[in-house]
């Protein structure tokens, strides 16, 4: 290729020469070689969501003694007078920085119950989470009822609380 060539080299060759994620080596050294810190801030920001909604509304899914500690964390939160949650939020993000991976050796430490355990975390808790993150718009009538038709199986129910004005409002 000529020294002034608008060309790219192909990258194959590199691809051989990089490192390959070593199993054996710890998950936040993995973490730290694979995800960008702009990745990990947004990850652990959408984490901290996910375990508010399941604190709020499913506590039989977290484990015993971080569900108290949570709890401890929300009443300080509560004498602030604040609704940022401050103390619950960092709880959250110190015990998600903590988990461990299950090894052969130990259990996992994750806050939330999963797999075989008792109340584990279930597919519909995370759905009703998720419908909680549907963008809400308000539009014209028509394009509501065309919405909630194609949406809802052929079925537009149109609710009081919907209306804003002539205009309504949809998830």
Do not use: W
């Not at 993995?30 to 652990?44: D, R």
């Not at 430490?109 to 963008?135: G, H, Q, R, S």
């Not at 038709?149 to 537009?156: A, F, L």
Request: aromatic residues 6%.
């Amino acid at each position: 290729m000529s020294k002034g060539s608008k060309r790219k080299k192909s990258n194959t060759a590199g691809a051989a020469s990089a490192a390959a994620a070593d199993a054996r080596a710890k998950s936040s050294q993995v973490e730290k070689a694979f995800v960008g810190p702009g990745s990990v801030n947004t990850y652990m920001g959408q984490l901290v969501r996910f375990v508010e909604y399941i604190f709020d509304h499913n506590k039989e899914h977290l484990v015993e003694e971080h569900l108290i500690k949570m709890e401890q964390a929300a009443a300080q939160d509560a004498q602030q007078k604040t609704k940022l949650r401050i103390k619950l939020r960092q709880y959250i993000c110190d015990a998600a920085t903590a988990i461990q991976a299950k090894r052969d050796d130990r259990p996992h430490n994750c806050f939330i119950k999963i797999e075989d355990e008792a109340d584990a975390l279930k597919y519909d808790t995370v759905v009703k989470y998720m419908d909680t993150k549907f963008n809400v718009e308000v539009v014209d009538r028509g394009a509501a009822e065309a919405y909630l038709k194609d949406v809802r199986d052929g079925i537009c129910e149109i609710t009081p609380d919907m209306e804003v004005g002539d205009k309504v409002r949809v998830k």
